[in-house]
């Protein structure tokens, strides 16, 4: 789901370790060393590209034929290689087109009737089209409307107070917006917040067509034909199937009437591409669109407003259940079998899904291979291992949802970790999750070689950053600003930071819903796939030409994951450090307060500026200018609840890393059995039952999805987005109940320690 065109090299290995960490006590170094060039030997990308082809030769969304046995195929593959196998499967609702419809009506270019099908592109071996997905995005609502356009740039909320500065409403009309600047099913639902009647998301090429590259099957870049599908449904407030929040969509399940499932958008929506927006676009009138709004199309941008252009938007859908196919294959563990290492990634595509997510998922079954081999040779892993290949990703999440939501109670008291890919490709090692594993992960990305330079993965991606922070700008998707990040970027002593986790692939609800700690791992910012992302041109001679060629970093990227899942698998002692956690929730707290102090300003400056009539001033008399609404006042918040939780979250966090450095290697058998009683489920001590305010689904405090950011991460979301929204009261709330979670963690961590040290 997630699109890997911004995804970039985030973190890497602390470059002086230059011995093994006694800490995750791991065998001896040789001995560990050998047992990972085993299992790399066993990786061959030649035989990963056959996968890919087969895997990607016909459209795989959920319900269609070739879904269900790509399922079948690999959960054979995962028996032929000893590992036991099994299909679970799920019924949920997920609409699939039945008809619809876009056309100018109304002003200069009408009529026209915009193209809702991608064809093949001569050079493209072969694009499959039968049973492809036309124009579509999922969980919008269904209607049929005619209504005047308007242009609404990224359709997010600083481009509504645009138009509502130049006096332009969108009530009773049809927004138009381009992709990007945020999550997808953010634009539709801020229209239909807004007033819109309907919405239409369309690729721009200044974003991902012939402004960033040469355009398929030339080059990577978006043809003009080709658009973007995929799900709107409002996964902010929960994800998953919509008609069973909270609990897996069995056939037994109790189930919501559709018209209560919230998540489910009220307003026709439909993607199509820049051949067909730049007529309609073509057909505005009204204000010429502000710089931050235009794009590469050659054309004069309108944001419209008037009745000239106007526009029949019509969607009616199947509404019906579908199943899923969720292959779930286990080796059990010699001596802990409780403790559950879960890695995953999904199997279903909007159509073909080569790049989006079949490159991770044949790195998945290249490292189910691979360890299958080391245990018919002898290798028997501590801990459970748990690979998983999840259907319905794309729509909504769902089979990574409902297979959590299903398993919740074993997965809060036997998980370990939960270990994530999805799309990949050529360029820099990243990797977002739970920041006591940020040395970990650190650790392994110094043992993986990068097929390009030949230097660690970390190395490459430390030197990236390095570069990208030298020229001004940043390397990463976040983080460029924090302290953490740019000390360590010149410093090969240092551990790069991780990002934060917020959602767009199957890690959310392990995460952000059971308090499971998680990792995402990828490649990318080379090998350019968001050029057809989501389209009929994500197939397999994209990937193999410009994403991917070779299969190289496929295979770099099973290398990674295994190793992380073996590591996990057979450490006798926690591996994370928990510093680094502590360390990380108090620069989120300095930013959380600095971010107060900004919003007070904020309104006081306004207030200054509306007294003083400067806006009417500074506009121009020719054109409509409104002033904004007057912000609310912010008040001084009482930070102390929380500055004290971080505090004890600091102290108690440095009293077990060390006692665990120090003691770690003498602890019985007894000693280590109950200190991994106390530290497995520890991250469950983020949640809250309150849950987020408007969504309490989502109980962790530390991380979430912004409500208006989507896939982008919102740390200590309760206290942050309150403070942005200017929800006082809220803000004022969760910085207790917020304190009251990392307390509890303190508190673990405690008990933790008191079992090192002997008590």
Not at 171 to 188: S, T
Not at 250 to 279: E, H, M, N, S
Not at 395 to 404: I, K, M, R
Not at 667 to 691: F, I, T, Y
Request: proline share 7%.
């Amino acid at each position: 789901m997630k699109s890997r065109t911004t995804v970039v090299a985030l973190l890497s290995a602390c470059a002086v370790a230059a011995v093994t960490s006694a800490r995750a006590a791991p065998p001896p170094a040789m001995d560990r060393a050998a047992m990972e060039a085993k299992f790399d030997s066993a990786i061959d990308p030649a035989e990963m590209g056959r996968w890919l082809k087969d895997l990607a030769s016909q459209p795989n969304h959920v319900g269609s034929p070739h879904d269900k046995a790509n399922a079948e195929w690999m959960a054979a593959q995962f028996k032929s290689w000893g590992w036991d196998t099994k299909i679970e499967t799920y019924d949920v609702l997920y609409p699939t087109p039945i008809s619809e419809a876009l056309e100018l009506v109304g002003g200069a270019g009408a009529p026209f009737k915009a193209t809702l099908t991608e064809k093949p592109i001569p050079g493209d071996e072969p694009t499959y089209t039968k049973d492809a997905l036309p124009a579509y995005v999922a969980f919008q609502g269904d209607g049929d409307v005619t209504a005047p356009l308007v242009y609404a740039n990224y359709g997010m909320p600083e481009d509504y107070l645009a138009l509502e500065k130049m006096g332009v409403s969108v009530k009773g009309k049809i927004v138009i917006a381009r992709y990007g600047g945020g999550w997808r099913g953010l634009k539709p639902l801020l229209a239909q917040m807004h007033g819109a009647a309907g919405a239409i998301i369309y690729s721009d090429p200044k974003d991902d067509g012939y402004s960033t590259d040469e355009v398929y099957p030339k080059g990577p870049a978006r043809p003009p034909q080709g658009f973007q599908r995929g799900s709107v449904a409002d996964m902010p407030i929960y994800p998953g199937d919509v008609l069973t929040p909270g609990v897996g969509a069995t056939k037994d399940a109790k189930r919501l009437d559709r018209k209560d499932a919230v998540t489910i958008l009220k307003i026709p929506c439909l993607p199509i591409g820049y051949g067909d927006a730049q007529v309609l676009l073509s057909a505005l009138e009204g204000p010429i669109a502000p710089a931050g709004f235009r794009g590469s199309l050659p054309i004069t941008y309108r944001v419209g407003g008037g009745d000239g252009a106007k526009v029949h938007l019509m969607v009616k859908s199947d509404w019906s259940m579908k199943t899923l196919y969720d292959v779930i294959a286990t080796l059990k563990g010699s001596e802990a079998p409780n403790d559950w290492i879960v890695r995953g990634n999904h199997h279903d595509g909007w159509v073909m899904g080569a790049s989006d997510p079949l490159s991770g998922m044949i790195a998945e079954l290249a490292e189910a291979k691979s360890m299958g081999a080391m245990v018919k040779a002898g290798w028997k892993p501590k801990r459970t291992i748990v690979y998983a290949s999840w259907d319905g990703e794309e729509p909504s999440l769902l089979g990574s949802t409902e297979w959590a939501e299903t398993h919740a109670e074993e997965l809060k008291a036997k998980g370990v970790v939960y270990i994530n890919s999805d799309g990949n490709g050529r360029g820099y090692f990243r990797a977002e999750g739970s920041h006591a594993f940020q040395h970990f992960v650190n650790e392994v990305s110094a043992d993986v070689k990068d097929p390009e330079t030949g230097v660690s993965v970390r190395d490459r991606a430390r030197a990236r950053l390095a570069v990208g922070l030298a020229d001004g700008g940043g390397a990463g998707r976040g983080g460029e600003n924090n302290p953490q990040t740019k000390a360590a970027a010149n410093d090969p002593s240092k551990d790069l930071p991780i990002g934060a986790l917020g959602s767009g692939s199957d890690y959310s609800t392990f995460l952000q819903h059971l308090g499971l700690p998680s990792i995402d791992f990828a490649y990318g910012g080379e090998g350019d796939s968001g050029g057809v992302y989501h389209s009929l041109y994500d197939d397999y001679q994209h990937h193999s030409t410009f994403v991917d060629p070779g299969f190289v970093y496929d295979a770099t990227l099973a290398k990674t994951v295994g190793r992380a899942v073996m590591r996990l698998a057979d450490a006798d002692l926690p591996v994370q450090r928990y510093a680094d956690f502590a360390d990380t929730v108090s620069t989120y707290l300095d930013e959380v307060k600095k971010l107060a102090d900004t919003k007070r300003d904020e309104a006081k400056t306004q207030a200054r500026l509306l007294s003083s009539n400067a806006f009417k001033l500074a506009g121009d008399p020719t054109k409509t200018t409104v002033n904004p609404a007057a912000l609310a006042q912010s008040p001084t918040y009482d930070f102390k609840p929380l500055e004290a939780a971080v505090a004890k979250l600091k102290t108690s966090s440095a009293a077990f890393d060390s006692a665990l450095a120090s003691k770690g290697a003498g602890l019985s058998k007894a000693q280590k059995v109950k200190l991994d009683n106390v530290v497995r489920p520890l991250d469950q001590a983020m949640l809250r039952p309150e849950g987020l305010p408007g969504r309490p689904w989502y109980m962790n405090m530390v991380y979430a999805p912004g409500r208006f950011t989507g896939y982008g991460a919102k740390t200590l979301p309760g206290v942050r987005e309150a403070i942005e929204e200017r929800r006082f009261a809220d803000a004022e709330k969760y910085i207790g109940i917020t304190a009251q979670a990392l307390d509890a963690y303190a508190a673990e961590l405690d008990k933790a320690t008191a079992v090192v040290n002997g008590a």
